[in-house]
């Protein structure tokens, strides 16, 4: 089944404790995406990545890192945790190519990562 | 489920009616267009998207339009079910100086159909 995963679902940490969201996607698609999500906020951009190595910030980068290793993983790390990075964390992958058709720039949504910074 | 906006402007609609929901945009420069629905405890779920070279597109029981020359993009849902019942976001693609593309968010509004 196509899909895009994230571990964990929920986490429940204290500040400044160094943690991992991890996001897989079987689609072999290019494109990934971390998104924030926040009351009243919609949906933000943290960083993204057109391919492999290729990595880039996004509207609210502050205080996450990610990398881009091999096609199918985007891990977004948070090096040292705080409270207003409590939020729901959405990572998301497309095929790219945004001169395609829909196809190519229709984005798969992993089913959210609920963060609690303590 | 999870909560997805505890301030949203919220859309009430009777099912069979037809539903418009409306965005505006911020960047002239933005050609690329696309609605999400996303339901409780979900992911944003792709419904439809427009290219700046279009003022209308055309799916299953669902428009967008496109005015460029105020920045507004709308989607219409004709014959509202139940199941469209969700938080419906628009978002905008753009540019980077360094040739990448992002993308920007709408806040969202909720659309509530009753029976």
């Known amino acids: 089944e196509a899909q895009v995963t994230q571990n964990p679902r929920y986490l429940i940490t204290v500040t400044g404790k160094k943690l991992t969201v991890t996001c897989s996607q079987n689609m072999n698609h290019e494109y990934m995406s971390w998104y924030r999500q926040d009351p009243g906020l919609g949906l933000r951009q943290i960083y993204y990545?057109?391919?492999?190595?290729?990595?880039d910030k996004g509207d609210v980068p502050e205080g996450y890192k990610v990398s881009r290793k091999e096609k199918r993983n985007f891990p977004l790390i948070l090096e040292s945790p705080s409270p207003n990075q409590t939020s729901l964390y959405f990572c998301a992958s497309s095929l790219g190519g945004l001169a395609g058709p829909s196809s190519y720039n229709e984005q798969f949504f992993g089913p959210g990562t609920r963060l609690t910074v303590l | 489920g999870e909560s997805v906006g505890l301030h949203l402007p919220t859309l009430s609609v009777q099912e069979g009616d037809n539903s418009i929901i409306n965005c505006a945009y911020s960047?002239?420069?933005?050609?690329?267009f696309i609605w999400y629905k996303q339901e409780s405890g979900k992911g944003p779920q792709f419904i439809i998207d427009?290219?700046?070279?279009?003022d209308k597109r055309q799916g299953q029981r669902v428009t967008v339009l496109l005015n460029k020359t105020v920045k507004h993009l709308s989607l219409q849902i004709a014959a509202t079910q139940p199941g469209d019942s969700a938080v419906y976001f628009c978002a905008e693609n753009r540019f980077t100086t360094s040739g990448t593309y992002k993308y920007i968010f709408g806040t969202g509004t909720r659309l509530k159909v009753l029976a």
């Open positions: 427009i290219r700046s070279n279009m």
């Open positions: 960047n002239s420069a933005s050609d690329y």
């Open positions: 990545s057109m391919n492999v190595e290729v990595t």
